[in-house]
């Protein structure tokens, strides 16, 4: 069983960037697409963007061009390079292996002056 653990998360100013981070276990981790989602307070969980095995992307139109999904197989990792941020932002982000139910635990990011 995968199991995922993100990190990276944080209070950052609006304009400002982070970069998180989704580690996973497991060897199998290239075979699968993977996804960061993001659940802001009060709201559905949605999508923000996804990254195939073979490295292709797509993201929610509120985020492209300030947002890069990227993975790194040999490190089992998949991260979410944010730039631009702005306070609609602000939310729980998840990552997730695409078609499965595994999730990691979540981690919060706020942007606020």
């Known amino acids: 069983q995968v199991q995922l653990v993100e990190s990276g998360g944080g209070l950052v100013q609006p304009g400002g960037s982070l970069r998180l981070s989704c580690a996973a276990s497991g060897s199998i981790f290239s075979i699968y697409a993977m996804g960061w989602y993001r659940q802001a307070p009060g709201k559905q969980r949605e999508l923000v963007a996804i990254?195939?095995?073979?490295?292709?992307?797509n993201y929610a139109d509120s985020v492209k061009g300030r947002f890069t999904i990227s993975r790194d197989n040999a490190k089992n990792t998949v991260y979410l390079q944010m730039n631009s941020l702005k306070p609609e932002d602000t939310a729980v982000y998840y990552c997730?292996?695409?078609?499965?139910?595994?999730w990691g635990q979540g981690t919060q990011v706020t942007v606020s002056s």
């Open positions: 997730r292996v695409i078609s499965t139910t595994v």
């Open positions: 990254i195939s095995s073979g490295g292709s992307t």
